[in-house]
């Protein structure tokens, strides 16, 4: 693990070079609040008219406690190459205060491994979601696994406010990569 966090920071200090940046992440705290290593494998609903084609996703994310956020996120569809796409910025301050309270609210200093059901309309979700949160003095550790309709699981079921915290992240990273002020780099069309 210890070769991930030197990549990530790298990708924090050495990004704005390689992009001439705007971002500037020398007067917010850099100290990690929340670490996610996802993998996922999605299966189309076949019932759907048009279904998504199957794939694979793969997605390591950084937050710091002052709202630093990087994030590295690799897909592949049915008949496609990997490709990835890695994003540097730093939230808003609502989004922090929302972030801090579904961590809060989902007791992730204490949390457990669980398990959610990974089926939704669209298809199944099967896979791991791997959530390291920094506290004070001391970090906790639990992974999320996505079990499929035909699975039974083997964790006892994650309570509502993991499912609501993992929404949340999913929309911290995807607010912080909308966010003019941040910076992206990615491989389509290479």
Known sequence: MTSLW???AVGFLSFSTALNAEVDFSRIDLIPLLRVNA?????????NVIPPPPGVSDDTILVTRGGGMIAL????????????????????PAEQKKLRAALAAAQV???GDCALSGVVEA???TGRY???WYGGARRNEFVVVFFS?????????????VSLLKATIEEYVF??????????LDSFGQ
Do not use: I
Not at 75 to 90: E, K
């Open 175 to 184: 607010k912080v990569a909308l966010d003019p002020e941040s910076e992206s």
């Open 123 to 125: 298809g199944e979700a």
């Open 73 to 92: 996120k690799s897909d592949q569809g049915a008949a496609s190459p990997f490709n990835s796409h890695l994003t540097r910025g730093v939230a808003k």
């Open 149 to 161: 309709a035909k699975e039974t699981p083997t964790l006892p079921l994650c309570p509502p406010q």
């Open 39 to 47: 993998s996922r494998r999605f299966t189309p609903n076949p019932s």
């Open 6 to 8: 030197k990549v990530l």
């Open 130 to 132: 791997e959530v390291t």
């Open 109 to 111: 200093g204490l949390q």
